[in-house]
């Protein structure tokens, strides 16, 4: 199978696959600074919450040729971060940058040599991701023999793009998926559209295609078709940002298959690492939601559809109730039933 990368860090640059392009064209988009790397995140040339996370490192990789002041360091970090709001994984890696780049700079009085510490960082959180990734997959495996009372070969469903492209390494939801159909466990898979860019079916539908794996694409408005019709054994989602009580933002629409997958008894799972996790908030109600520009909604691929006077209302991400989530896997395993307690028992 030949994966195109969707980042890659060579010559000083980052390279990155413009994936509102994908499958159709496979076109790269070079960042040269911080600028540069905060419009690739706010476009979505680079998308998906642990892939933006690592995006915002190399963009401070980036802010470190054009200056070692910590000050400057950090009013990059808090720029990048702007990009976009919803994913928690920015903060997170962006956070994790200043707080060794203060360090650093408490022992050294400078950030001069920094930059060879942060370009080491930022390829190993990639790796580490990937381990961590593994591990919920296996997790997953266990528990879906648990719940259907067999070991496969299940019809899955999934949304939005959870795999490498979203993240680098594996995929967290869509990880779990290839990982079983590794296993030979995998029987269908069906992948829900997802927008602005149709992140399911070009992006999904993209990987699965690569991985040989049984699948068909769906829009939006099929939730209740296909839960009712279609044996869906379970479903796995990825996550924006978690917070204390279980509580979910994810991309637009995932709020909506929860609910129906609850309606029809189809188990809902969300997978992320514990970068995804934003325990300073207690309840969904405090996530920001990203809103997107209007466009996206009113034209398509650059032509107006909509009348003149139209004006659209565009939520990139929606928050699933914590009562709608089976389960929601993590590198440090499963957190089940999903509320408070365990949410911050399984974190440690
Ligand atoms: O707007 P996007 O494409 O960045 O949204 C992506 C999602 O909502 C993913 O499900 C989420 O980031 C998890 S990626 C492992």
Redesign the pocket.
């Known amino acids: 199978m030949q994966k195109v990368t969707p980042l890659e860090w060579k010559d000083e640059c980052l390279y990155l696959i413009d994936?509102r392009k994908l499958p159709m064209e496979e076109i790269i988009v070079i960042a040269k600074n911080v600028e540069d790397t905060f419009n690739a995140i706010k476009d979505?040339v680079v998308?998906?919450?642990?892939?933006?996370g690592f995006t915002g490192i190399w963009g401070l990789v980036l802010a470190l040729n054009e200056s070692t002041s910590l000050d400057d360091f950090k009013a990059s970090a808090s720029y990048l971060n702007s990009a976009?709001p919803?994913?928690v994984?920015l903060e997170f890696e962006l956070k994790v940058c200043v707080e060794m780049a203060t360090k650093y700079c408490a022992e050294n009085g400078t950030l001069e040599g920094f930059k060879t510490l942060l370009e080491a960082h930022a390829i190993n959180e990639m790796k580490v991701l990937h381990d961590k990734n593994l591990a919920m997959a296996k997790r997953a495996e266990q528990e879906l023999k648990e719940v259907t009372g067999h070991e496969g070969p299940y019809t899955l469903m999934t949304?939005?793009?959870?795999?490498y492209l979203?993240?680098g390494p594996q995929?967290?939801?869509?990880?779990i998926i290839t990982y079983l159909h590794s296993k030979g466990k995998v029987k269908h898979v069906y992948a829900s559209e997802?927008?602005?860019?149709m992140?399911g079916v070009r992006?999904t539908a993209y990987e699965l295609s690569k991985s040989g794996i049984s699948h068909e694409v769906t829009v939006e408005g099929a939730f209740s078709y296909l839960l009712k019709e279609k044996n869906v054994d379970a479903i796995f989602?990825?996550?924006?940002r978690i917070v204390a009580n279980g509580d979910t933002?994810?991309?637009?629409g995932?709020s909506s298959l929860s609910i129906v997958a609850n309606h029809y008894n189809v188990p809902f799972y969300i997978?992320?690492?514990i970068s995804?996790f934003d325990i300073n908030m207690e309840t969904g109600s405090e996530i920001p939601i990203?809103m997107?520009p209007e466009e996206e909604i009113l034209e398509f691929k650059g032509i107006r559809v909509a009348p003149a006077d139209s004006r659209a209302l565009n939520p990139?991400?929606d928050v699933t109730d914590h009562k709608m989530i089976e389960g929601i896997f993590c590198e440090n395993g499963l957190i089940k039933p999903v509320d408070k307690e365990n949410v911050l028992k399984v974190l440690g």
């Open positions: 994936q979505m998308r998906g919450a642990p892939l933006i976009r919803t994913a994984n949304i939005c793009n959870t795999g979203a993240c995929g967290t939801a869509l990880g997802t927008r602005p860019y992140q992006l989602a990825g996550a924006d933002a994810n991309k637009i995932t997978a992320a690492p995804s990203e997107r990139s991400f």
